[in-house]
């Protein structure tokens, strides 16, 4: 991440990252499927591990500005995922095209993300800061493990994360602040 850090009620935030998720159900029947007239029934993966990059630029909300021991922030904004979900056996999803319905023989893996946050900074000292956060991505993509039409819920697939960091402060901004 970088982020400004200074006395404004909007700043921007860069954010580049890498992710993991596990989706795992086996439980899941095969799927009635018509194809051409005939009826057939199509077997989704029951598992999914997906690596996930994603860069984003989100306008923070600071409602606490200046010098504080804690400052909650709010924010929206735009990004990108790339994605690459791939079998138990390591074999990536997208190229396993029995597990998806016909229509869906092939899709990208990458998307646009819209990021909601929220979190809080703790203020150790000047330089050093404790962040805790909650990131709710909506995207533009409803393959992040690898099922689309032969899932159960309609609409695109949603991310959670939560974040825990330490913030290191490189420049102190507040000297060339005007107030």
Do not use: C, W
Not at 155 to 160: M, P, S, V
């Amino acid at each position: 991440t970088l982020r400004r850090d200074a006395a404004r009620l909007i700043l921007p935030s860069f954010h580049l990252g890498y992710g993991r998720f596990v989706a795992q159900n086996p439980d899941l029947q095969p799927v009635p499927y018509t194809i051409n007239e005939r009826d057939t029934l199509i077997m989704p993966n029951t598992y999914a591990e997906t690596d996930i990059i994603h860069g984003e630029f989100i306008l923070m909300i600071n409602p606490i500005q200046g010098n504080a021991p804690f400052k909650p922030y709010l924010g929206v904004g735009l990004g990108g995922l790339a994605f690459y979900p791939k079998a138990q056996d390591g074999i990536l999803l997208f190229r396993k095209f029995s597990t998806r319905a016909p229509e869906e023989r092939s899709y990208g893996t990458l998307a646009l993300t819209v990021p909601v946050t929220a979190g809080m900074y703790f203020n150790l000292n000047r330089k050093l800061s404790l962040h805790l956060g909650y990131v709710y991505r909506l995207t533009t993509t409803d393959y992040l493990d690898n099922i689309g039409l032969l899932g159960r819920q309609a609409g695109y697939d949603k991310l959670h994360s939560f974040k825990l960091g330490l913030d290191f402060r490189i420049l102190d901004a507040s000297v060339y602040e005007n107030y």
